[in-house]
């Protein structure tokens, strides 16, 4: 396993090809497996490092930064990715957990919209407070065929995993499949800053109002289900560049 080496005084920055960023402890943990060789490194958010990737023939500069789990870090870190390094693409590649009977565990979401849905709004209209984190995804750039099966799909976020009684009304009211809890707050920031942003999200787990399959304690399946879908994405992660980049 690579060493961490930290950062300060190292001057790093500058324009990149992209920015991936890698949200929860157990997928950052899959990344480092996958990619044992490189020389990582600290920033006020969690690791990270810089590699080339071969992007049909020709290298394309990477940095892979672990942002950390929920909206807080997720935006801090996306600002902070954009800041210091510019990418051109920005792509956030993790898990989510879907509702059940709406969708299947390893289906991969290519989010088109994400939406908060912890916001409480009392005072005001609550509609208009949701619809204010919103964010449409521009995937106009994106041309070609997806180089690993994905739904294009709606992932709500919010500062919690899923409630089970929530199901049937999250289902219901937003017409959603599944939600995580980083994506809504790294697609506004990089909205915001006028990044171009990829969220892929494949689906660990599910839950319904009777059962949750991974909420037994153990982390063992979302850890085991974690392991697979994030060797995928990063086997797939070229062509996905390639779809952006080119």
């Given at each position: 396993?690579?060493?961490?080496?930290?950062?300060a005084?190292?001057?790093?920055?500058?324009?990149?090809?992209?920015?991936?960023?890698?949200?929860?402890?157990?997928?950052?943990?899959?990344?480092?497996?996958?990619?044992?060789?490189?020389?990582?490194?600290?920033?006020?958010?969690?690791?990270?490092?810089?590699?080339?990737?071969?992007?049909?023939?020709?290298?394309?500069?990477?940095?892979?930064?672990?942002?950390?789990?929920?909206?807080?870090?997720?935006?801090?870190?996306?600002?902070?990715?954009?800041?210091?390094?510019?990418?051109r693409?920005?792509?956030?590649?993790?898990?989510?957990?879907?509702?059940?009977?709406?969708?299947?565990?390893?289906?991969?979401l290519?989010?088109?919209?994400?939406?908060?849905?912890?916001?409480?709004?009392?005072?005001?209209?609550?509609?208009?407070?949701?619809?204010?984190?919103?964010?449409?995804?521009?995937?106009?750039?994106?041309?070609?065929?997806?180089?690993?099966?994905?739904?294009?799909?709606?992932?709500?976020?919010?500062d919690?995993?899923?409630?089970?009684?929530?199901?049937?009304?999250?289902?219901?009211?937003?017409?959603?499949?599944?939600?995580?809890?980083?994506?809504?707050?790294?697609?506004?920031?990089?909205?915001?800053?006028?990044?171009?942003?990829?969220?892929?999200?494949?689906?660990?787990?599910?839950?319904?109002?009777?059962?949750?399959?991974?909420?037994?304690?153990?982390?063992?399946?979302?850890?085991?289900?974690?392991?697979?879908?994030?060797?995928g994405?990063?086997?797939?992660?070229?062509?996905?560049?390639?779809?952006?980049?080119?």
């Amino acid at each position: 396993m690579a060493d961490v080496v930290h950062d300060a005084g190292v001057t790093d920055a500058g324009i990149i090809d992209a920015g991936v960023l890698i949200s929860a402890n157990t997928e950052w943990r899959c990344v480092r497996a996958l990619l044992p060789d490189a020389v990582v490194r600290s920033s006020p958010y969690g690791e990270w490092f810089r590699t080339e990737l071969p992007v049909r023939g020709k290298p394309r500069s990477c940095v892979f930064l672990h942002g950390g789990w929920g909206k807080i870090a997720a935006a801090g870190s996306t600002q902070y990715a954009i800041d210091r390094w510019a990418p051109r693409l920005l792509l956030n590649l993790g898990t989510c957990g879907g509702f059940a009977g709406a969708i299947s565990p390893g289906t991969v979401l290519l989010v088109t919209r994400t939406l908060v849905y912890d916001i409480i709004e009392q005072m005001g209209d609550p509609l208009e407070a949701l619809e204010h984190y919103a964010t449409d995804l521009d995937l106009t750039w994106l041309k070609g065929e997806p180089p690993q099966p994905v739904l294009r799909a709606l992932l709500l976020s919010a500062d919690r995993d899923i409630v089970m009684e929530e199901v049937p009304q999250l289902r219901e009211r937003f017409g959603a499949a599944a939600a995580d809890w980083e994506s809504g707050a790294i697609a506004y920031v990089a909205a915001r800053n006028g990044v171009r942003c990829l969220v892929l999200r494949a689906v660990t787990d599910v839950v319904g109002p009777e059962s949750a399959e991974a909420y037994d304690g153990t982390m063992q399946l979302f850890t085991e289900r974690t392991r697979e879908v994030m060797q995928g994405m990063l086997a797939a992660l070229p062509e996905w560049l390639a779809l952006g980049l080119d």
